[in-house]
């Protein structure tokens, strides 16, 4: 199967190719990562929201490898590649916030990233044709990362942390309860998110600050590309 492009204009057919899918299926999984905490409870959600996230992950790399070496690169997975992308990245980060109790050291950096996003997104829709200057840059894929790391670790302190929060006032009967329904009843696994999330939690902000400084400056780097195409003809 490929995706196919006729040279007469408007006549253009697609094929799905193995890239093409594994595109769709990770733009796919962007709202399917808050759809786990709505039909699950944590930290079931943030488990499974860790693992949609990273296997989702993965395949950013593999659709484009695979792209190039079958040589089925095509338009639509170039157009759907960036947007998949921040489509994963946004969403995560709207999840991550609003269940972490609205961290300031969280909400920063995913407030710059969110603002780069938007900005970037609103200079390619405004260059049009000549948005072909805003390539993706070896930097740009370094920030893409990043940010990907960033996210499947902070998911995954967050699911230690609930734990942690339960173990607090794990003596209490109806507690017991709950954390044999959720599967920590074993106080090596409590005992383990007490003292290893936290820890977890500030290595995850760490890396969503560098992927923050990473998403700023090549926004610039895009910005300053763009910026003579934005000046007025003064005659």
Do not use: C
């Amino acid at each position: 199967m490929k995706f196919k492009q006729h040279d007469s204009p408007g006549s253009t057919s697609m094929y799905w190719t193995v890239p093409n899918i594994l595109t769709v299926l990770r733009l796919l999984a962007a709202p399917g990562v808050a759809v786990m905490f709505l039909y699950f409870h944590r930290p079931w959600a943030d488990w499974f929201a860790l693992v949609l996230f990273a296997l989702a992950a993965i395949t950013d790399f593999f659709d484009g490898y695979l792209a190039r070496a079958w040589k089925q690169e095509s338009r639509i997975g170039a157009m759907l590649d960036p947007i998949a992308d921040k489509a994963m990245v946004v969403i995560a980060l709207l999840v991550i916030t609003g269940y972490s109790g609205m961290d300031p050291w969280l909400i920063l950096p995913a407030t710059a990233i969110l603002f780069r996003e938007v900005f970037v997104s609103g200079l390619r829709e405004f260059l049009g044709a000549k948005a072909g200057l805003l390539k993706v840059t070896p930097l740009a894929k370094w920030k893409t990362t990043a940010q990907m790391t960033a996210i499947a670790v902070l998911f995954l302190a967050m699911g230690l942390e609930y734990v942690r929060e339960a173990s607090i006032l794990r003596s209490h009967s109806e507690l017991i309860a709950t954390l044999s329904d959720i599967g920590t009843e074993d106080m090596s696994v409590v005992d383990f998110a007490r003292h290893g999330g936290n820890m977890v939690w500030q290595f995850g902000l760490a890396l969503i600050w560098i992927a923050a400084f990473l998403t700023l400056v090549t926004g610039w780097d895009y910005f300053r590309k763009a910026l003579p195409h934005l000046k007025d003809d003064i005659t």
